[in-house]
């Protein structure tokens, strides 16, 4: 069965700041894993996909990383700014389109 | 925005009623998934219809139930609504038939159970 976490739960950032978020999976037959961000509320955003055969996928001031050997995925933000305060999930595709998400990372930037 | 569309956004309900989602897929999608997201949490598979059948199914009592039409929009049934059904149900499209395409989610729906 396939479990995702990531670390850390919440983080707080002043603006400018380059960060990483974390995400890790137990069950490294995955098909892709996708990145969202979600405001308050709100449906969920996907800001990069990466595939089972791509090590990483880059957007803007967004590139995530995928290392399916070692179970993790990483997501680091450039140059964060107040408009990129959200909560931001992964999630992993196994078998048909079922995505299996961890429990997000709050982040708060401020100016 | 993507354009997958829910409706309706908001809804209050009594323990024990039924209720109905609805879910419009992007153009050009035949796989409409439903999870659902208490608060804090991340959402949870609950199912997927790929082309009018049912796909997949989660952990998920059999008081949800779904529906995809020939357009491939979809409905969310609930009967018998439990407080702990109070949460922010969203749906996903996607082109289906391989699990590497990207799902695009809607705005969700806010279903609140007294």
């Known amino acids: 069965k396939q479990e995702v976490t990531q670390i850390p739960a919440a983080l707080s950032v002043p603006e400018g700041e380059n960060l990483v978020l974390n995400c890790s999976f137990t069950?490294?037959?995955?098909?892709?894993l996708q990145w969202f961000r979600q405001d308050p509320g709100k449906g969920l955003t996907s800001l990069l996909l990466?595939?089972?055969?791509?090590r990483e996928q880059t957007s803007g001031r967004l590139n995530a990383s995928l290392d399916k050997s070692s179970g993790r995925s990483t997501l680091y933000i450039a140059a964060s700014q107040p408009g990129d305060s959200a909560t931001y999930l992964c999630?992993?595709?196994?078998?048909?389109?079922?995505?299996?998400f961890g429990t997000g990372t709050r982040l708060l930037v401020s100016p | 925005e993507t354009g997958v569309t829910q409706s309706p956004t908001h809804l209050i309900k009594t323990r024990g009623q039924q209720v109905t989602l609805r879910c419009s897929s992007q153009?050009?999608?035949?796989?409409v998934s439903w999870y659902q997201q208490a608060l804090g949490q991340g959402p949870q598979f609950i199912f997927q219809?790929?082309?009018?059948?049912?796909?997949g199914r989660g952990n998920f009592p059999p008081r949800f139930s779904g529906l995809q039409f020939p357009n491939y929009s979809s409905e969310l049934n609930v009967n018998a609504l439990e407080l702990d059904d109070s949460a922010l149900y969203l749906c996903?499209?996607?082109?289906?038939?391989?699990?590497?395409?990207?799902?695009?989610f809607g705005p969700g729906t806010r279903l609140t159970v007294t």
């Open positions: 069950d490294s037959a995955i098909y892709n």
């Open positions: 999630a992993g595709v196994t078998g048909f389109q079922k995505l299996v």
């Open positions: 219809y790929y082309r009018e059948e049912e796909n």
């Open positions: 990466i595939q089972s055969s791509q």
């Open positions: 996903a499209s996607s082109r289906g038939g391989v699990p590497t395409y990207e799902q695009y």
């Open positions: 153009s050009g999608h035949n796989t």
